[in-house]
DNA sequence: ATCAGAACTTGACGGCCGTCAAGAAATTCA
DNA sequence: TGAATTTCTTGACGGCCGTCAAGTTCTGAT
């Protein structure tokens, strides 16, 4: 792995100079970890900002009954870590490599230093959280006042969007997109069977999709 | 209305000495909403950070099915306004007075400015985004694997222990913690008289409740 | 204090969807 | 490639909870 790779591939240091950078790198330490595993705890504290160089990873929550909640399916260059930046703040979700990922990561009071001496890093920062957060005001209003058929059916329509394609492979086994839309694989295979017999998709073999009409869709209730 | 009253209340503004709070002091907006008004476009456009400086504000946002859902309900000193803060962001909330409010509001590019003069703004309003992105986190984990019953159990508790009292009134009429909790009024008052007919909690007039066995009150699922 | 309107409670009913189970399909690993 | 394991699909069933409705309590304005 080169190194600055890291820390290049990631926007919000995307203002920096090359000696900033440098400066940066010297402070950050590497990992690798194989896909399933969990990247939590162990070598890695709770209390540094993460920064996905390479990978997938899914970000879970454990609800009190037990049950896991997928918050977040970080890509490559997308960070996480609000618990990185103060104190106080219980981490109640863990992280899960989907394939063997790499992963950067700074310690908190590192990074409370870096975005003293360099504001445009908490200015971005800011914008990551802030993108967040609309996204998880979208998800929990979506989760708590429509139907299964309707989130399923939106997420289909957002996917293909973000993809620009009609047709496109699921990235999330169903179990997976069950806990992130908050229900279960059994009624996603249903309600994707519903959409086919409605002749809103076409399911193909692997886990692929095609959209027929996106806008009843998105009618779905 | 003292003049500083709202930037000397944040706590967004903490660090910031005497002459600086006057630099900001100049550059906000006041305004003043009576009960059950919305603060939403009009005089105030939506690329402003609002500050509440005295009064409730309740925060909704609105389903594609038209349902609305009750995201936060901010007190004097708190903020909003992650829209104010990015571009190309939609905002899809919107706020209603609870009761008589005071809000002050600085532009975003204003806001922009002040960031990258004093780096412990951006720092503070960090800290303010990662407890809000936590909460929802929460909520969203809630809302989508607990079950009414759970929610409304642990919501109880849990504005017990912020209050620190087992006696206390609820701050939202029904319809409203309904759609906080993604359910409606009836399923709330089925519950609260299950809780009550199984001696968990008792309830007085004017929505006082007051808990009588916390422990088993968290044990619902 | 009185009264109108809003908020709340309670019952009956029905549908959505979660659970359990069993068989089919797909993926992984040697 | 072939077998073992995981994932997926489909059916049957039941319970939670949302909806509608009607009666009651609460609240606030005159």
Chains 1, 2 share one sequence.
Do not use: W
Not at 9 to 30: A, K, N, Y
């Amino acid at each position: 792995m080169a190194e600055h790779e890291c820390v290049r591939l990631v926007p919000i240091f995307s203002e920096l100079g090359s000696e900033q950078l440098d400066t940066i790198e010297s402070i950050v330490r590497h990992h690798h970890y194989p896909a399933g595993s969990t990247l939590f705890g162990a070598d890695d504290p709770l209390d540094s900002l993460m920064i996905v160089a390479n990978g997938q990873v899914k970000v879970y929550q454990l609800a009190a009954n037990g049950r896991e909640q997928l918050l977040y399916l970080l890509q490559t260059g997308d960070i996480d870590g609000e618990a990185a930046l103060f104190e106080n703040q219980r981490r109640t979700s863990f992280g899960e490599a989907l394939v063997p990922t790499d992963v950067c990561s700074i310690r908190r009071s590192d990074f409370q230093d870096l975005m003293q001496k360099y504001p445009s890093i908490s200015i971005n920062v800011l914008n990551v959280f802030g993108k967040r957060l609309s996204q998880l005001e979208r998800q929990t209003t979506s989760t708590a006042t429509e139907s299964v058929e309707a989130r399923l059916a939106n997420y289909i329509t957002e996917t293909a969007a973000a993809l620009k394609t009609d047709t496109f492979k699921l990235p999330l086994k169903k179990k997976d997109l069950a806990t992130f839309l908050g229900t279960t694989p059994e009624s996603i295979s249903r309600k994707l069977a519903l959409f086919e017999r409605q002749g809103l998709i076409t399911q193909k073999p692997g886990k692929v999709i095609e959209i027929n009409d996106a806008d009843q869709l998105l009618l779905t209730e």
